[in-house]
């Protein structure tokens, strides 16, 4: 029997937890910079990207294989959804720093920053960085190159794409920006390494063009709609809940989609933008439950 999502759900996140601390461990990093890279990583994620990363595996898998792998036999998509964790977990490290969103909060706990110090909060997320290119260097992917390369092409200019996001963020303070000047920065600070996740699970499942180009739509708008979600919750949500300061937006002036939009209408853009996606991987695959549960459950997250 087909495991639920929340079953899948599970074994997934332990097995990736578990990847975390061994993957980082075995680098032997000197202290702090260790305790710090473990802290900043293993802090109560919601682990999004990896659970895209199985999800898009599993779902352009049962095409063929008609049954759920155990995760633990993928190490190419446990290595993937180290990659785009590791990335993740440096730009929220470098995020949280004075010199960018200045937080004090991340997941209800003291941001790295404040825990450890500035200097080595930002070699932390330096290591997080490489490490997660790292990752590709595996072993495994020296028995397939042509994997390792095709995950290498879709992750890496994606990463860049990330950051070059986060510096269109940081211009985009103090200025009323269009609609359109708005998706372009979070096309690229929040949904290019949401691309990056499902279009490598993909990959790892040997998808096809047409399957990859529906991939392509899923995640293309779950990573606007993240972003629309993420600016709602900074208005009506609550700090005990994000585990994070509310109103920093607005404290930092930036440009979101509910100061565009407001709030009741941000919520209707970003439950559009939901329901394209879901439809898009609907029309193309015979089961998408994981996908379409998956976004279900990032639409109706309260953190």
Sequence with gaps: MKPTFTEFSQAV??????????FISEKRLPEPLHSAT?????NGGKRVRPLLVASSYHTVIQQTANQILPIQNQAEVRLSMLAVELLHGYSLIHDDLPCMDDDDLRRGK???HIKFGEATALLAGDVLQNLAFEAFCDPIFSQNCELGNHLSKIFTPRARRMIMGQMLDLNGENQNLSQNELEAIHQDKTGALIEASVLMG?????????QLSALQIFAKNIGLAFQVQDDILDVVGNTEQLGKQVHSDEKLDKSTYVKLLGVDNAKDYAQSLFNTA???VIDEFGDTSYLVNLADWLWQRQY
Excluded: F, R, S
């Excluded at 473990?38 to 293993?42: E, G, I, R, S, V």
């Excluded at 993909?202 to 047409?210: E, F, H, Q």
């Design 110 to 112: 003291p941001t790295t």
């Design 202 to 210: 993909g990959i790892c499942a040997n998808a096809n063009d047409k």
């Design 13 to 22: 996140i332990a097995q990736h937890e578990a990847d975390i601390v061994n």
């Design 38 to 42: 473990l802290y900043a990583m293993t």
């Design 278 to 280: 879901k439809n898009a």
